[in-house]
């Protein structure tokens, strides 16, 4: 199956910045990757999505990043970046990555996957 890893949360001021990464692999599978994204689930709220994009580089953000987000994907590190810049307090969430395509275990397969990453937290103090 592909495992997902998410690093670079952390704690920012508001105005700062932040670049958070998100690598996927597989142990004994050959995997392919569709599209990634990033999604958040601030306290109290449910989780939304925030960007996404495609093995074709098409991209996707939510209204209230736009201008301020930039996701990537670098094919050959199967990781997917989302660089944030002038963090507001609301931006204050745990960061989910999320992925889908296929893989094939060893004489099975392949099958379609769309798994979920551990999450990362990013505070945005005022």
């Known amino acids: 199956q592909v495992q997902l890893v998410e690093s670079g949360g952390g704690l920012v001021q508001a105005g700062g910045s932040l670049r958070l990464s998100c690598a996927a692999s597989?142990?004994?599978?050959?995997?392919?990757?569709?599209?990634m994204g990033w999604y958040r689930q601030g306290p109290g709220k449910q989780r939304e999505l925030v960007a996404t994009?495609?093995?074709?580089?098409?991209?996707n953000y939510a209204d209230s990043v736009k201008g301020r987000f930039t996701i990537a994907r670098d094919n050959a590190k199967n990781t997917v970046y989302l660089q944030m810049n002038r963090l507001k307090p609301e931006d204050t969430a745990v960061y989910y990555c999320?992925?889908?395509?296929?893989?094939?275990?060893?004489?099975?397969?392949?099958?379609?996957?769309?798994?979920w990453g551990q999450g990362t937290q990013v505070t945005v103090s005022s």
């Open positions: 999320k992925a889908n395509g296929l893989y094939i275990d060893p004489g099975d397969g392949p099958y379609d996957y769309d798994y």
């Open positions: 994009i495609t093995s074709g580089g098409s991209t």
């Open positions: 597989a142990s004994g599978s050959i995997f392919s990757i569709n599209a």
